[in-house]
């Protein structure tokens, strides 16, 4: 188990480090799992999971179990404290990185986004958010969207407004 806690703890804390440290406060996915299309509703559970909140676990599972070993606690309980300190910092992760997004406190600011132009990747479809993919500060970022006009994957958008984390789009006819 040492193994995988060692491998945990350097793999999942250099990617938050670097994550940190670089100043990606995104996930490299866009914004993270809840930025699919969602057939569940909003509130969905699976909206909870995230790259970064996977890293946030990976890390303090890691971290835990190296330092339930250095106290001199058992397999068992090592084994125990590490999943209690991954699930409660990658849940605080989630949670927070979820209220950013809902609340539009994260790296793409409407401001940011609006007038921007990009594709579609998924297609909004009866109400339900689909994906574009606009570049970002010179990164491809996929982010939800909804649209009142007909848009297939592939089509060109410009983004209108943001609302809640949510991109407002149109179809685009320019260059």
């Known amino acids: 188990m040492l193994m995988l806690y060692l491998f945990c703890f350097i793999v999942g804390g250099g990617l938050l480090a670097f994550s940190v440290i670089g100043g990606h406060d995104h996930d490299p996915s866009g914004a993270g799992a809840d930025h699919g299309p969602d057939t569940h509703g909003a509130d969905s559970w699976a909206s909870y999971f995230s790259l970064r909140a996977a890293v946030s676990f990976a890390a ?10 250095g106290l001199g606690l058992g397999g068992l309980a090592q084994l125990g404290f590490a999943l209690i300190c991954g699930l409660l910092v990658g849940a605080f992760a989630a949670v927070a990185l979820r209220l950013a997004r809902t609340r539009g406190e994260t790296a793409t600011q409407a401001l940011a986004l609006t007038g921007r132009t990009g594709k579609v990747t998924v297609a909004p479809v009866g109400g339900q958010p689909g994906k574009i993919e606009l570049i970002v500060a010179g990164q491809t970022e996929q982010l939800l969207a909804r649209s009142g006009d007909p848009l297939h994957p592939g089509d060109r958008v410009i983004v209108i407004g943001v609302d809640g984390g949510l991109l407002d789009v149109k179809a685009w006819e320019g260059s």
């Open 60 to 69: 303090f599972f890691g971290l835990g179990g190296l330092a339930a070993r």
